[in-house]
């Protein structure tokens, strides 16, 4: 169940995406995937849901939005699996996890922080590691799960 003020940072992310000319979904769907042979890929293991992708000249961020650190080091999946990785979340909570070097850093040490203002404001902490080439089959998911939730947003927009 989403928070209020998790739904409040979905929409402002969609809102800053927007208006910088970026491709945002919510909730992308993401299986890992195995190669079957001639670029064909097939579903391993659990469906995952990424709770943002902004997409922008084919190179995939992937965002995991967290509200508290009792949520960021719960059991919910974090996929870090695009070209650009970060963890969003409240910029007191941000800054709390850099100043007290919470172990999630090392866990997750390529991946970075973009602190929220609760309005429509973000500031990168930490800069992510960029990679510049994620393999075919991640890129293939993320695409697919961005057209199925962009397609299913206009099935909703027309009421079908």
């Known amino acids: ?38 670029g064909t890929y097939w579903p391993e293991g659990q469906w995952e ?10 190179m995939f961020t992937c965002l995991e939005l967290k509200v508290s650190i009792s949520d960021l080091h719960s059991q919910a999946a974090q996929s870090y699996i695009g070209s650009r990785n970060y963890m969003v979340c409240p910029m007191d909570m941000a800054l709390k996890v850099i100043q007290k070097k ?5 866990k997750y040490p390529n991946v970075g922080i973009m602190g929220w203002d609760g309005k429509d404001s973000f500031r990168i902490i930490k800069r992510c590691k960029i ?6 089959n991640d890129w293939i ?9 962009l397609s299913n947003a206009m099935k909703d927009l027309i009421g079908e």
Do not use: C, F, S
């Open 1 to 38: 169940m989403k928070t209020q003020q998790t739904k409040d940072m979905e929409q402002a992310l969609i809102r800053d995406a927007l208006r910088k000319g970026k491709h945002p979904a919510l909730e992308v769907p993401y299986a890992h995937t195995i190669d079957i042979g001639h």
């Open 131 to 136: 990679k510049y080439r994620i393999p075919n």
């Open 141 to 149: 998911t993320l695409a697919k799960g961005m057209i199925l939730k």
């Open 49 to 58: 849901y990424i709770d943002a992708v902004i997409e922008e000249q084919g």
């Open 102 to 106: 919470d172990p999630w850093l090392a």
